[in-house]
């Protein structure tokens, strides 16, 4: 052959790598969401007929539960086509003489190419594939046309997988390629057309989409050049900068340098001047003292005297007693300056900074003590500490006040208990005590026998929830149970859970034993397919979320079908793979994962109205606290809505992450009579505990197979003795945590 005129296309698998497995598609397959991959890659992802899709999260039902009888993505396999023939005809240019893939091993030449099958043919088999019926109407082009420059490879036309003839219409009603066959059939009544008139039609308006492009490209080409210079004026501004930080901090040494004289020299004269003015009072002191010690002594002297003398001196001691006492009155026993002296630096410089630190002299003893530290909230058995500090007249912290701290704790129920209080060397008292009440406890703090500033304290204190040992494991066997997802309390502690794979609703008492089990696999009115949230209403009856029937059931304690609520759709009164469900008095509250919102219903089945649109995502579970706000999971902006149960937009709380105080995936939802929110995390594999206004609280379980671990937790529910159950939803199990009391 000729070789070098056909060139090896570059990028040829542009968008034509499946983004599961990141190789080259493999029989592309759509799902409903119009993302594509390759088909093995979906076998993977299928789970009871479902598969979620990767990219956007949609649930995807395969009607026949065989990825097979998903549509294929006709484009991708034109282009792989295009790209082998391509491959083929660039490989042969590179050989000098290129083998026929029919007789290879006969070593005869090719001299042509079937464009329709892909294969380089020699003469003979040429004569025998254009004179076949099933092949004589293929395309075939001989290797010295091909090695001409300006010819362009077609790839074979997409064939019907029904009919297996070319599909030459056009279907804008499906937006889907069919043949004749596949028109007068299913597509008659649709708007239609032959795919020549039906991709100018659309060529022209791909064109049109695609103007602002060229000018989106020299936008960004502009960018890119500012962006570039920006980085060489960082480099010149860097260098620049460098120099003028060094001239400064030279400048700064030497201004260090005078105020640490300065400082030195000021604190010596104070020091001088408050030595000077108690060497004073020193005097004074003493001279009161002698005076005082010498009447004294002429007073004994007396007492050895004669009458005569005591009658004559009498006057005179007595005046000048008097005269002592009235002095020594009048003295200051205090000292008249006090010993504090601290060096305080500057932190903060406004019009000059060439002062970095003053000092701050103290003339009298503090007048004021606070105390610090102190939290908002505990959960229980936690230890509290805090800090009680003396202040003085600058509300500096003040040292030597040797002043004791009283710190007295009292419970919302009475409960009195003294906290333990150590004094420190800096004059601070630390100040400690267990939180063994839940609910709001006063801190007294007292100094000298009266409270300080801001006294009483409040602090919150919160269950505390721990694992129990084998004995929280309610449900875990895997041969029973499949996989729990939603978890509700009835009347006398009686609790059902839906299993979503099993399609069936588990009932137990409460004592955690099994009464009763009902529901399979179908669309009747006593089956589920993927049944998901469960709740009860006040009269005992039980209704259930069927995520891919699309409706919500009611059904009496014993099992028994007594409505339907919704159907499938986007209207009023439809659903959309609901999920949650909560009931508050007559109505029933529904997410919906597909419509983005909550339905409301009244609970005799009529249509009330919707909730959340234009702010929900992807709403999983709902709730409703004792202040009548709807507590709305949202898995796909991680975190939860708050809304009144008319429907009115309150707030949110959460940050997408892994750390303590974030949220990955909310998934179940639940709030106990406090106050708590109780949120499962499906990615964080956890339960994290947050108040009523949305702050982090506290959070427990990690990923793993034992007890207290999860795998995707799901559902989850208080008991009304405050016990917390969790659906672990791939560990095949119900958990049960316990408040912790001793």
Not at 173 to 184: D, F, G, N, S
Not at 607 to 613: D, K, Q, V
Request: hydrophobic share 35%; aromatic share 10%; proline share 3%.
């Amino acid at each position: 052959m000729r070789g070098g005129m056909v060139k090896e296309p570059k990028k040829m698998t542009l968008h034509l790598t499946c983004s599961l497995c990141h190789e080259v598609y493999q029989k592309p397959k759509y799902l409903p969401c119009y993302h594509s991959y390759c088909e093995e890659c979906l076998a993977k992802l299928l789970v009871e007929s479902n598969v979620t899709c990767p990219k956007c999260k949609t649930i995807c039902t395969i009607p026949s539960g065989d990825v097979k009888s998903l549509p294929n993505n006709f484009f991708i396999n034109r282009r792989l086509h295009e790209v082998a023939l391509q491959n083929k005809v660039a490989r042969a240019a590179r050989e000098e003489e290129a083998k026929c893939d029919h007789c290879a091993g006969k070593e005869n030449l090719a001299v042509v190419l079937c464009r329709d099958c892909g294969t380089l043919l020699c003469d003979y088999c040429y004569g025998y594939h254009k004179n076949s019926k099933e092949y004589q109407n293929h395309n075939v082009t001989s290797l010295d046309e091909l090695q001409s420059e300006g010819i362009s490879l077609k790839a074979s036309v997409a064939m019907c997988q029904e009919h297996d003839i070319e599909l030459n219409f056009y279907c804008e009603t499906c937006e889907q390629l069919v043949c004749h066959y596949c028109i007068t059939k299913t597509h008659h009544d649709h708007d239609h057309d032959a795919v020549k008139k039906m991709a100018e039609k659309h060529r022209k308006e791909l064109d049109k989409v695609m103007e602002p492009v060229q000018e989106m490209v020299d936008g960004l080409l502009a960018a890119c050049k500012i962006v570039y210079d920006t980085v060489d004026e960082i480099e010149t501004m860097t260098s620049a900068v460098e120099k003028e930080i060094d001239k400064y901090f030279e400048w700064l040494q030497q201004q260090l340098q005078q105020q640490k004289e300065e400082l030195k020299r000021e604190l010596h004269e104070a020091s001088v001047q408050k030595k000077k003015e108690l060497s004073l009072q020193q005097q004074q002191l003493e001279g009161i003292k002698v005076e005082l010690e010498s009447v004294k002594e002429l007073n004994d002297t007396m007492k050895k005297g004669s009458g005569q003398d005591i009658l004559l001196m009498r006057k005179e001691v007595i005046d000048d007693m008097k005269s002592l006492c009235d002095c020594y009155k009048k003295v200051d026993t205090e000292p008249v300056e006090s010993p504090a002296m601290e060096f305080v630096c500057v932190k903060e410089y406004e019009e000059s900074f060439l002062s970095f630190g003053n000092l701050r002299y103290s003339n009298t003893y503090p007048l004021s003590f606070e105390a610090t530290e102190i939290p908002e909230f505990v959960v229980k058995k936690e230890r509290v500490e805090f800090r009680v500090v003396a202040r003085d007249q600058n509300n500096c912290t003040f040292q030597r006040s040797g002043s004791k701290a009283v710190v007295i704790v009292q419970s919302n129920e009475g409960h009195v208990t003294m906290a333990e209080v150590k004094s420190k060397k800096d004059d601070t008292h630390l100040a400690s005590f267990t939180a063994n009440h839940v609910g709001e406890v006063k801190v007294y703090v007292f100094v000298k026998g009266e409270q300080v500033k801001g006294s009483p304290y409040t602090i919150k204190v919160y269950n505390n929830y721990s694992m129990m040992g084998e004995s929280s494991i309610v449900v875990n066997d895997s041969s029973r149970m499949g996989q729990p997802c939603g978890i509700a309390f009835g009347r006398n502690g009686i609790w059902a859970v839906s299993d979503y794979s099993n399609h069936c609703v588990w009932i137990f008492d409460s004592q955690d034993q099994l009464v009763k089990k009902f529901g399979s696999k179908g669309f009747e009115n006593c089956q589920f397919l993927y049944p998901h949230g469960i709740a009860f209403d006040l009269s005992s009856y039980l209704y259930v979320a069927e995520h891919c029937n699309h409706r919500v059931k009611k059904f009496s304690i014993a099992g028994e079908y007594v409505l339907q609520l919704g159907s499938q759709g986007s209207g009023n009164s439809e659903l959309m793979h609901p999920a949650g469900i909560t009931v508050h008095g007559d109505r029933l509250y529904v997410t919906e994962i597909t419509n983005k919102r909550i339905s409301v219903f009244q609970c005799d089945g009529q249509f009330f109205h919707i909730i959340g649109l234009g702010h929900l995502i992807s709403p999983h579970d709902v709730v409703i606290n004792s202040d009548e706000l709807l507590l709305i999971s949202d898995m796909g902006h991680h975190c939860v809505y708050m809304f009144t149960i008319d429907g009115t937009y309150i707030s949110k709380f959460g940050i997408p992450g892994a750390d303590r105080g974030q949220i990955n995936n909310p998934n179940g939802i639940a709030v106990d009579v406090s106050g708590l929110i109780f949120i499962t995390e499906d990615a964080n594999h956890r339960v994290s505990i947050y108040d009523k206004n949305g702050i982090f609280i506290h959070c427990f379980g990690c990923y793993g197979f034992a007890d207290g671990q999860f795998s995707s937790p799901c559902g989850i529910a208080l008991s009304p003795n405050g016990c917390v159950y969790v659906s672990d939803f791939h560990n095949k199990r119900i958990q049960k945590f316990f408040v912790l009391n001793d």
